[in-house]
């Protein structure tokens, strides 16, 4: 049930019924349509402008702060002085697997950024296990066989890299994340917006990670903006689906975790946060 609610509430169908409603309206009393006309088209001027969805997206992209931001230009003292780490899980996203596409293609956005971000922090932490996770069962190549070659195309040992095959969703990959690292030192990474419906999961089944966010929407101040950011753009209008789905998500997540019993004690951190 929660692949079918999530996509019928989304922006873009709210919009459709809005105007759906409009020539109900029309029909049913002809001085009602300018009003419910004009509502209509401010509502889909505002949420297509990204000023209003950085708004709404800024919630839950900027409740962990980006790991270690500036580790990768600071001295090897420096680094080799941080605490260790053990594990760097990256939660899948989606992939390609079309022939005539080459590797850094097949990846689509999310997963692109998810697995830069991981890793980029492997070559940090090399000694450290990098974690990649996901399952489509549409793809002849598995999420993870992709993540896989990718990571070992970038650099990775391959003896560094565990799969987690089998989960399909959030709830599964933590679960299988937790069982893996087994309280050691870990960062998990994954889209900004998705990260705070991650650390949930994370508390809620008594695990201990650093938050890693990456695959940012929100990359600039709204002041910052100019006035271009108040003209509608499919790209927001894509953006605020996103937001859309992420709140669904929290939403839905609230009610399973009410009625999971499998819980973790309520002293369980989740994620914390990573300061350079």
């Known amino acids: 049930m929660e692949f079918p609610v999530k996509l019928l509430l989304t922006p873009v169908m709210i919009i459709w019924a809005l105007l759906l409603f409009t020539v109900l309206q029309q029909w049913r009393a002809q001085r009602r349509l300018p009003r419910a006309a004009t509502v209509t088209f401010l509502l889909f001027w505002l949420f297509c402008t990204k000023p209003v969805v950085d708004q709404l997206a800024k919630p ?13 230009t600071t001295s090897a003292a420096t680094t080799s002085a941080k605490p260790a780490l053990a594990h760097i899980l990256v939660l899948g996203c989606n992939h390609q697997d079309s022939s005539f596409l080459p590797l850094t293609s097949k990846a689509e956005p999310c997963t692109l950024a998810r697995l830069s971000e991981g890793i980029r922090l492997w070559h940090l932490y090399p000694e450290a296990v990098l974690h990649v996770s996901g399952h489509i069962a549409e793809r002849s190549q598995s999420h993870t066989e992709f993540a896989r070659q990718y990571a070992i195309a970038m650099g990775v040992a391959p003896a560094k890299i565990v799969s987690h095959s089998e989960a399909s969703n959030t709830k599964g990959e933590v679960q299988s994340f937790i069982a893996a690292i087994d309280q050691q030192p870990a960062v998990v990474v994954t889209s900004a917006m998705h990260m705070p419906r991650t650390c949930n999961w994370f508390a809620h089944y008594g695990g201990r990670v650093i938050a890693a966010p990456t695959d940012f929407y929100v990359r600039r101040l709204t002041g910052d903006i100019g006035w271009q950011g108040w003209l509608p753009s499919a790209q927001s209008l894509h953006a605020l689906s996103y937001v859309f789905y992420e709140y669904m998500g929290l939403v839905q997540q609230y009610i399973q975790r009410m009625t999971d019993h499998n819980t973790a004690p309520t002293t369980a951190v989740g994620c914390m946060s990573a300061r350079s």
């Open 60 to 72: 839950l992209e900027l409740a962990y702060p980006a790991f270690a931001a500036a580790s990768s």
